[in-house]
């Protein structure tokens, strides 16, 4: 490898992660930060929508009571005959003969200058403007000046009135405006305010620590789970229990599909070696008696090809009985009639001197769930044993075998050939490795017993009858529904 540059940083690792140091976040805590930030939230949008409604209602109700002084003025309101306003002396609020009192009363007239309540002596007040006959206007908080000099604020309600024609004088317009210092209005909402947060946090600190609780309940299936996988680590379990969550079913029932099938699979890798070296065990003898009794060169050689001829065929043998047994989970799905039909194909070549014809009824929906070359051997081998003893017709059979829920749909299998069969007595023994229905027929006597230990791999079912449809002998294979 190459030195880095002087003076330079050495590049990185080719794929190592930039972000090694990293680790996401647990589960608990993801879901508790997202459960956290949606809470404050929601606390944050309701509170300013109970601010906004509360702020608006103390509004309202503040114009509602400008409103009804501005009524009882207007009852009291009265002009002379020459036109001059007469200044009502009853006041509905004790505040409005106080000056400065932070309540105050206004009439304006046009040309002249408005007349105030006592309570308007001192403070400088804005501006107020002759409204139309019955507009009304609110407003605020428009700022005043208290009659110390301070800065102060006040919301102003204001509607418009005329008085009516006489002989002497024309329609007097007038308008009447309530004002009210927004001190009041502004400790209500501070107090409204400071109550609502501090009732939300506690409501918020109460949900956060009843939340930490649902949470730690809920996720306690997977710390179950968790602590049943270190379990079956250590050795001190051979599997996980049943006794789970719906939503977990699934999960704990690969792991325990996947500790069985590594268990057979080492168990058939165990068993594979042992029948190999038992089946060496003999001609390897053999050789070593030829040798130790000094046979003729000329003998010997011929007794070592033979022997290692069948050596051969035993490794090849066992090599063939391994790939063939066993199949890898979650596999994708395989559609049959196609391979159906490259096998047939062949098995026609092979017999065409019998002339077997082979017919399909295989529902498009079907599908097999595992390895294709388990598959090719399943089929391959029924379909060729059917061939062998069929006098002239052969019947593949495929539909959609039983369900279940989150699982895969199983599969129905089933071949009719029109031979004579095979009797109920002997089906046990045709299944066996190594015999034959007929030691006439050439054969090894281990394609149905390969076929078996295909459909035991599978948790499938083999059943051999009597063919309804063609009259000789039905294999019919049922195959579970898969992970």
């Known amino acids: 490898m190459p030195a880095p540059p002087s003076g330079g940083t050495p590049p990185a690792p080719v794929g190592r992660d930039r972000f090694d140091g990293w680790r996401p976040r647990s589960l608990r805590a993801r879901q508790l930060l997202a459960a956290s930030l949606a809470l404050l939230a929601f606390l944050a949008l309701a509170g300013w929508a109970l601010d906004r409604a509360f702020v608006d209602t103390a509004q309202d109700n503040l114009r509602q009571r400008l409103k009804s002084y501005a009524l009882y003025y207007t009852d009291k309101v009265e002009f002379g005959r020459n036109g001059t306003l007469i200044p009502p002396y009853n006041t509905p609020d004790p505040r409005f003969d106080m000056p400065d009192s932070g309540m105050y009363a206004q009439v304006v007239l046009q040309g002249t200058a408005p007349w105030g309540s006592n309570s308007t002596l001192g403070p400088e007040l804005p501006t107020p403007q002759l409204l139309g006959a019955l507009d009304e206007s609110f407003e605020g908080p428009l700022p005043i000046r208290r009659a110390d000099g301070t800065e102060s604020e006040a919301y102003r309600y204001g509607v418009g009135y005329a008085w009516p024609a006489t002989h002497q004088h024309g329609e007097i317009p007038y308008s009447i405006y309530i004002l009210e210092d927004a001190q009041a209005l502004s400790a209500q909402i501070r107090v409204f305010r400071g109550s609502l947060w501090v009732y939300l946090g506690g409501a918020g600190v109460i949900l956060l620590l009843l939340q930490m609780l649902v949470l730690r309940w809920s996720l306690r299936p997977l710390r179950r789970v968790i602590f049943e996988l270190s379990r079956v680590q250590r050795g001190e379990a051979s599997g996980m229990t049943e006794s789970h969550p719906r939503e977990l079913e699934p999960l704990t029932d690969s792991i325990n599909a996947f500790i069985e099938s590594e268990r057979e699979n080492l ?217």
């Open 267 to 483: 168990e058939r890798q165990r068993n594979t070696l042992a029948d190999l070296a038992h089946s060496l065990k003999t001609p390897i003898a053999v050789l070593r008696t030829q040798m130790d009794n000094n046979a003729d060169p000329a003998a010997l050689r011929d007794e070592l090809d033979v022997q290692l001829k069948r050596m051969n065929n035993l490794v090849s043998y066992q090599l063939a009985r391994a790939a063939s047994s066993g199949h890898k989970l979650f596999s994708a799905p395989v559609p049959l009639e196609p391979h159906a039909e490259e096998i047939v194909r062949g098995l026609e070549k092979v017999y065409a001197v019998k002339g077997v014809i082979c017919e399909f009824e295989i529902d498009p929906r079907a599908r097999f769930h595992g390895e294709t070359g388990d598959l090719q051997e399943l089929m391959g081998n029924l379909l060729e044993n059917a061939f062998k003893w069929a006098r002239s017709r052969v019947l593949l059979t495929v539909k959609v075998g039983a369900t279940a829920p989150q699982r895969r749909p199983g599969l129905f299998l089933a071949v009719d050939d029109d031979g004579p069969g095979i009797a109920e007595d002997d089906v046990a023994k045709v299944l066996q490795r190594g015999v034959r229905g007929d030691e006439r027929v050439q054969g090894h006597g281990i394609g149905l017993s390969i076929v078996q230990d295909l459909i035991r791999d599978y948790r499938g079912e083999l059943q051999v009858s009597r063919s309804e449809e063609l009259g000789g002998a039905r294999f019919e294979v049922r195959l579970p529904p898969g992970l």
